[in-house]
């Protein structure tokens, strides 16, 4: 082979300048040149011809006719290609780089070093590493990979998954910025409206109250003035009457009218007397109350600004799941990275350097070995591929095969791609029957994309859809027609039915379960229930309220209109989803993350477990519901819903078609309907808004 390649590329090489062509044209002789070889090859030979009509081939010297009747420069370019060296040219740029060993440039890679991660030629692996144990030819390691690619594809697709949920959680919180932004300015235009009406209230009040005092003195003012000018008057008649008497009359009648006048005067003069002793200086005075005082210089400011951070829901679950719960979703018989070729930088490795690194590098049952990537990533290096048990680790008492194992000449399928209704068939159980009947869809004219994590279905027939990505809960009413929406400062998570007309939903961000009322077409605010953890999943049933976060489950129970917490269960693991509570309300099951690590568990309301489920077909589990003491499940990265018997055996596949990517499942109080979400970057933006209806019996 090596000799093969070998000439092949002495073949690729410009007999005149010597390096590999560049658009290679050919001569009638059959032999090639470059263009730009070739064209400076005429020019200087013809360039002392008059008339040239031909040129000599720089190899064999035989005459190749002019190519067309323009200048010399341009003969080149009408040429033909030689198309088959093109192809074999460009064969060597695609392919030589990748399949030549870095160390030796004449030798191909041939091998794969399992315990170095490493691909080899075939000196590397006779001489570097020929005391290695796991040097395999590099087809058997490529073969043993695509075996075990349905599981490294399910992971990347929850890790797509996860990814985009974290993209709407952080578009989410702009949006929440700018809806907390407008609420704090709502919230000091409605304290200044409120200063102000309270401070037009008391100003109203000194206001009248001086209207009313101003009134009353005004009244006795009036009445002391009319007196004073009736006096007055009084006065100036008696005068003007005797100073006429004076000159004018009689002794004897002088003296009468002397007499006269002066009684009057007395009598005057004792009323005007009796009036000034009463006289009164008035003035309204306004003092301005003390505490008014006090609390203006009191009020420093209108009140104060902080930035609150608290953990992200998706932040604690993704972190830990792909590190520790997540391990045994990818196994191998030994750790696998990517094959390095041609690009791939490695040292040749001595015996010792061998065991310095086996000894930096953790034991299996400590901590998984992660994945070593020697390429350059754009990625930290916690971004690491999840890690991989070792032979011993990975065998288990768990009846059912699993996916990606090497068994001899068995092979396994791919879990990403579909598979024939006939794959699972029905057992442990009558198969419930499901038919897609309707869709309906969950967007808005401001809201045209959606992420459903949670729905439910009233009594009355109303659905409730629970929308991460708007922070919204919106409300349909029994022919799915939009009616209106419910906005919360953060995204909730899952919505359960609470009685006829009332719904709970988990608000993971607050730690709280939030309850709506439905009343005249409208959902109204309710009461609240602190649970004290990141509750994501909530179910109610018979009295009974189960809510679970990453790693705990919560069951309240209902005592004279208020939640009494019953059970705080701290289970081991991080990546619980979705919780469900049976119509007794005696049975709580709920899925988590990660074949083989038992996808369902089963509880009963004291925490005690009574089952867990485990299948290739449901390893990444999402929405959970019963149907009388049967329970469906979704089994996210196979697009189907699932049964399961009441001791946790697979029934069969309920839903097998029409589904992209479902997410969360609910049905209705009359058991005949089941609603489906759809949730996955991938889809379209009509499929993503879609909920699809199925009618069971």
Known sequence: ????????????????????????????????????????????????????????????????PKPDNGPTLTWADHLQTNDALTSILEAFESGTNLRTCPHHSDKEIEFYCEDHSLSLCSWCATIAHKKCEGVVPIEEAAERRRIDSGRLANVLMEQSSHTEKILNDRRSQLESLDRTEDDIKARLTNLRKKTMEALDALENKVINELMLKKNKETEVLRLEVETCEDIL??????????????????????????????????????????????????????????????????????????????????????????????????QTPRSISLLHRGSTSYRLMSRASIVKDSQSIPSYTSRPISFRHRAISTYSKASSVEPFRNKQESQNTSPTPRSGRLDGNKTTRDLTQSRPSADIMAKNGKLIQAKLRSTFDA???????????????????????????????????????????????????????????????????????????????????????AVGDRCTSASYNNGILATCSGSTVHVFKREEGRWIRILLQKLDVDNLMYIAVDKEGERIV??????????????????????????????????????????????????????????????GAVVKDGLQWPWKLCISPLNDKLFVTQCYYRLSLKEKNTIKVFSLK
């Not at 089952?611 to 390893?619: A, D, L, V």
């Open 1 to 64: 082979m090596n000799a093969v390649v070998k000439a092949a590329r002495e073949q690729t090489l410009c007999p005149v300048c010597g390096d590999r062509f560049k658009e290679p044209k050919t001569l009638s002789c059959v032999h090639s040149f470059c263009k730009k070889c070739i064209a400076d090859h005429i020019v200087k030979t013809t360039k002392n011809q008059s008339d040239p009509s031909a040129f000599n081939c720089p190899v064999c010297r035989k005459e190749t």
């Open 233 to 330: 008057k009084d006065t100036r008649e008696c005068l003007e009457s005797f100073q006429e008497s004076v000159q004018n009359e009689q002794p004897i009648d002088f003296v009468t009218s002397y007499l006269k006048q002066f009684e009057m005067f007395q009598n005057r003069q004792i009323a005007l007397l009796n009036f000034s002793k009463n006289l009164k200086s008035v003035k309204v005075i306004f003092i301005t109350d003390r505490s008014v005082d006090q609390i203006l210089k009191q009020i420093k400011s209108l009140g104060t600004l902080s930035v609150e951070k608290t953990p992200s829901r998706y932040a604690l679950p993704y972190a830990k799941s792909y590190t520790e719960s997540r391990q045994s979703v990818l």
């Open 443 to 529: 967007s808005t004219p401001d809201q045209n994309e959606c992420s459903i994590e949670g729905a439910t279905v009233l009594a009355s027939g109303h659905v409730v859809l629970a929308d991460s990505y708007h922070s919204s809960l919106k409300l349909f009413d029994q022919k799915y027609s939009y009616i209106g929406c419910i906005k919360f400062s953060t995204a909730p998570g899952d919505v359960t039915a609470f009685q006829d007309d009332e719904v709970i939903v988990c608000l993971p961000d607050t730690k709280q379960l939030k309850h709506e009322k439905l009343k005249n077409n409208k959902l109204i605010p309710g009461e609240s229930l």
């Open 590 to 651: 709920v899925t988590k993350n990660g074949y083989p690590n038992r996808p369902v568990l089963c509880l009963n309301k004291n925490g005690q477990k009574i089952w867990s489920f485990t299948h290739e077909e449901i390893r990444l589990p999402r929405g959970i519901a019963f149907f009388g003491d049967q329970i469906l499940v979704v089994s996210w990265d196979q697009q189907r819903i699932l049964q399961l018997n009441k001791e946790g055996k697979l029934v």
